[in-house]
């Protein structure tokens, strides 16, 4: 379904080249302060403009249309949206009919019987993270003594990050990326068993987020190949062990150390290089070159869209809890 | 919430050492065939016994009793309950105080106030994964032209399962490992954009198993290393491409190809090492001894859990199309 | 869907006819008191064999399988069954085939494509509201300030009862009842303006009862004949209504006063007089003579269930608000 | 929660006299032809603007911002929006401290803790149904076949419509009004026994909308003072009984017949006869008169939002049925 939470719960709506796109956010305490200047920092960490991203730049205003009043949030749905301006679907025109390699525009056809909008993804492309970066920045004012912080720690396998960037520019190509989140004082408690442990509501909003192929939390992968008096982690007292292989979590439930997972980005699907493809309608085989604006490393802009998913999901568990 | 799924849903109750566990299963359409005997393939597979498995054996009897009339599904909720005989509580007497390290004991105790039930792990043990595999048995009776598989691929970073195994047991230790899981047949066009993506559905069942810290989908986390002119799939035609790095996934939705994915499995955390720990009364520091019958490799006992998990994500979003 | 409740859940399993029925309970506190004997005084309310009610009998003993520990509850999902002893299929022999005139016979064939339990009216039989006192039950432990109480009012359209039920025996007929259900000490701000009023709540519970066919919250369907100036109930003070026109609600939202609400019970649509039906497989005519054991009034056993689902229905909006 | 439906879903937002109001629908099939023209008769339907109704003229344009290309539902979610142009809410000034008798005030002001938007009622506001009349002009395109009509039977116990809404006039005063809802052509099947009955899922919707204080089914509450051998829908044959005192629906289940139901809506709460209330602040009694434009008779606009509240309702179950 398009809502994701149970007591602070988000639902999306917009495309890539519609008139704008948004989001409601509900179960937001009411006298939380907010204005449209607290949106600026996180919106620009998403923006594009740096080097290895698209040249599409739109001014990304919040427009608050409901559930604030005299500059505090009132307990009703919050509806804030961002208009598209900067829009040059000529660039799409051949996708409706051939599908891009390792974009959605196949399945959507296939899903939505050809009625889908195709222009620049429509309701699949990476804009609408910018609806999720703007729940983010409320959740975060939920929980303002967690401290949340995502980084890129790698790309292409390496974390000299200019110099990957820098090759897959000069190639013409796209290039992958690993972004780590952690979350400090988180209070001891949150999560459920059965069957939303954080990392399930994590990775379940994560996942919905265009590009991303894995998610690990704590030791990760790497615990697979780990015996148990390596990983488990010593207890030092209540809320604190020695090592943090968990990653914070223990039976689906924040144990008090610091929360950590790592997600895989893929790398952008859109490359300028000739890709094979076939015409939906006749079946025919044809060679596509994308044009359009696009990143090369969709992963540049990714983490700040991470710290708002697990902003997201830590004000939601923390709102159903008594901690 | 202790539920999963839209269409097809699942509930849990039980505990390790208390008299009975189940699931109720929602949405089952009416007229399958369903008996006991449908149940004994893949309780087997689950059971433990062979090498490098807990030596608690039970009879795991799969007793339906509700949903089910003259051998077919009515369209009313089953419930499905597994008795629990071969308990030896007295072997978890001191974990009510002494949480062991790895485990949900410390997290269960903080989140109910020292009323959850102790014994065992209570409701977060593994085996309340004995109910997801019964319902498991249910979904794949649901898609029948899907064909899943999971797999045991590595071990202690290693394929060579035996070895690893024989090490740990020999170090009275425990060891992690990894289970690759495909399904073939899956429909063109199953899955949402936001939020239900079908790797956002499988990743929240998956990460609600105990001992799971991560997931990768198709390419997965070699995805964050590659360029993408490696990473895209070229269209051979519709529902077949020239590789699979996606996973069988594009934009959370099936595109026809073998949907992909693995899961890591950290070593059982219960080890007869001396480990480090505290009394959570008391607050003072202690040394734990974990006597009781555990698992060295619980990744041994996943493949059949994990593929119930696919098969009730996939039924739960066939029932809600039209595919 | 089978489940009711957004942080108190209730999920129903059973048939009227099968081996067992109960009821998983999710979102229940850690901490609470229960044990069997907590049952028996709102089970026996229910229970059949006054005058007026059918002369099946069961023991109704309540097995508390899961979520309860030491005598308290865990914080886990909480398994209630009841088991089905007093059970004469014989009875409902040819229902399979001519639907019974009120019951859900026939619209069950229809939905399940004749796969449904007919037993008894299988699943849609008044014995699941057992499952709905015992969570009833529980409940009301969870908001233990608030005194909720219901009781039959009319019978037949009069209040005297006795006369009525006795007029209704002579006749091999059977009557309809109202009942009217209060809640006294429900704290202010209790309910949600869209779409989860209290009135929503209360009555989405309700009408999943079998045989109620209306519902009306204070002043009700008289409201609808009245002025502005009479229905409105002037304030006293934060809290106090000098009148209590609203039942105790505005805007969907608790407002101090007492709720108040009315449920319209029809008559049991089992009688031993012949009527009209026709055979669901060859479409032919059919004269239908019910025999079995049932209610001459149904509405004498309700108040109870009533009062379980107005239970319910608060204690999930108390544990969603910090009230 | 702010959300509502299964597989049809709306979400709200919007306040009296904020700058806009909306609803995003989910879950809306793709294909279906949508414009703006099509919204005009049903959202003219609900307009003000005869006698006995408020004197606020909004244009009402439904804008559409997303989920429609070309003239047609996508498949992704659909947000409308109303501006709010004709706002006088200096009419409102004092709202803020002193509670309206038989509104949302005083609940809103206490739940909110003061900070909800208390110009015209804010969200608690009777315009917010624009935004479900919206949904239900879209619901009904969903089931064409389904024919639902609601119109106004009776005002102040009387069917003298304009002799009663005359005389409320002339006394400043406001008046109730009973409206009956039908819908033809409902598949047979449609409904679930628990907890989604037909009734359940309607009065849900129906109660969330401002100023209903009853709702019944078929015969309803005078099904109460029935016997069961008058109340009995005899069967004619499959889907057609000889009369239709359970408006349509056994078990929950449609089955085949008219579906009926009528909802007592009360007299509207602002009047401009003075009222006793107190200060939200200080707590001092206070006679308050309410100036603003109001409806005298809010009954007179409801019939098209009943009808949106079935067909919601009745596309929402369409679409989780093969039927």
Redesign the interface.
Known sequence: ????G??F?I?????SH?????V?I??CP??IEIKEEDFRIDLSRRKSGAKGTTKRTEDDFPYI???V?QG????????I?FQNNNIQSSDYKNIAQI?R????D???Y????G???PRG????SGR?TLAIVAAGILAKKIIPHVKINANLT?V???NQIDIEIDK?IQ?N??????IECTANNVP??I???????I???I???I??I?A???????????????????????????GI??TNH??G???????GNQIVFRV????????S?P????N?KT?E?QILEIKGRHDVCI?LRMPVIIEACCAIVLADFSL?S?L
């Open positions: 379904m398009n809502s994701f149970h007591h719960r639902s999306l709506y917009g495309e519609g008139e704008s796109l948004g409601i509900d179960g009411p006298g249309h409901s559930g009043y505090k949030t009132t307990g009703a749905p919050i509806h949206s599908p390699p390792g974009h959605a196949f399945t959507a296939s899903k939505y019987k009625f889908n909008d993804g429509g309701h699949f609408l790698h292409g396998g390496s897959a190639n190509d796209s290039i992958g990326g690993v001891i408690g999560g459920e068993p059965f069957f939303d442990s990392e399930s509501k990775s379940h909003l996942f919905s265009p991303i192929k894995g998610i690990e939390f704590g030791k990760g992968f790497a615990s697979a190949a780990m015996i148990g008096s390596e990983m488990n982690d010593a207890y030092i007292k209540a062990t020695s968990a990653g979590i223990n039976g689906g439930i924040s144990n895989a980005v893929k790398p952008t699907s859109s490359i290089k890709q094979q493809s076939f939906l079946g085989k992963a159903g008594d």
